[in-house]
């Protein structure tokens, strides 16, 4: 038995899942701008009468580098996506369906995607040109720090307030109507700190204003359509802890309840995995 692949070629990475016999499932990911070496991994680690489903904005171009491959399918990206969560969803629920369960799922990615789905009932809501993208970017900007692995390891040290202007700020010495440590304005703190802004405050307060967009539209979005659970997934939340705990906090703050699934970076990957296996059966 060859076996079964997923492939979601995204705007920043190239996540691949591959599923064979009884072995263990292999995740694995290269950088959106390594195609050949992912498409090399696949020539050396995949037999050929594998079923691949390819997604993602680049899934075209590395299913051109690999034309050997003959049971491909192209899986649109939001179906890939949205199918990948279900699943995951499913095995995070120890295999027991859900199916009756109406919840929005937000994919951070390079941008954000926001999606409402009830069994399958699966319907693409919008989205924002804010997400894991836009840290990277913008950190990088702000303060030379573009390297991912290096601005989610700095970012719980950094200060936020170095940055933001707060709402206690702005009422201080009065106490505030709401909690005081609530965003007034993200980067809008008018002086800056005595001791400057360190890169590590920058990556805070990125990921403190992604948290709070992507929270507020997947939280309103879960109002309007009835619901009040909201799962992400996407890259962003890799070893990303400052997104995670921000997420839960803001999310649950706002009265709705979030999920982080583990495997969720590999959403797309494993949606198109099993939209091959459903085309090739
Ligand atoms: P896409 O499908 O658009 O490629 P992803 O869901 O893969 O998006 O998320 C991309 C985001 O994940 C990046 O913008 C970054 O914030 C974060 N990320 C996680 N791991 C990495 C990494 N190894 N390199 C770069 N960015 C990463
Ligand atoms: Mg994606």
């Known amino acids: 038995m060859s076996g079964y692949v997923g492939i979601d070629a995204g705007g920043t990475l190239i996540k691949m899942v591959y599923r064979s016999g009884d072995s263990e499932e292999e ?17 050396r680690t995949i037999p050929l009468g594998a079923q691949i489903g390819f997604t ?27 199918e990948g969560a279900v699943r995951i969803m499913q095995r995070e629920a120890g295999g027991q369906e859900a199916a009756a369960e109406r919840w929005v799922l937000v994919n951070v990615g ?20 804010l997400g894991g993208g836009t840290i990277v970017g913008l950190t990088g900007l702000l303060c030379g720090l573009r390297d991912y692995d ?16 707060t709402v206690g700020q702005i009422y201080a ?11 007034a304005a993200n980067f809008a703190r008018q002086a800056p700190p005595e001791s400057g802004v360190l890169p590590q405050d920058y990556a805070a307060a990125m990921i403190g204003m992604v948290a709070e967009l992507v929270v507020t539209v997947g939280v309103q979005a879960a109002k309007l359509e009835r619901t009040t659970k909201v799962v992400y997934v996407g890259s962003s939340y890799e070893n990303n802890a400052l997104l995670h705990e921000l997420t ?5 703050m706002l009265g709705a309840a979030a999920v982080i ?3 969720g970076a590999y959403s797309g ?13």
């Open 261 to 263: 699934p583990p495997l």
């Open 110 to 129: 390079t941008g954000t995607s926001l999606h409402v789905i009830e069994g399958a009932e699966r319907l693409r809501l919008g989205g924002i040109g």
């Open 27 to 43: 995740l694995v990911k290269f950088a959106a701008e390594e195609l050949e070496s992912a498409a090399s991994w696949v020539r």
């Open 150 to 165: 290096e601005i989610v390891r700095l970012a719980p040290l950094g200060n936020r307030e170095a940055v933001d202007l």
């Open 248 to 252: 839960f906090r803001f999310t649950e």
């Open 56 to 82: 993602g904005g680049r899934g075209n171009r590395l299913r051109d580098l690999l034309p050997e491959y003959a049971s491909a399918v192209e899986v649109p990206e939001f179906e890939a996506t949205a």
């Open 173 to 183: 010495p009065a106490p505030p109507p709401i909690a005081g440590d609530l965003t």
């Open 269 to 281: 990957a494993i949606g198109a995995l099993h939209k091959a296996m459903e085309h090739f059966a």
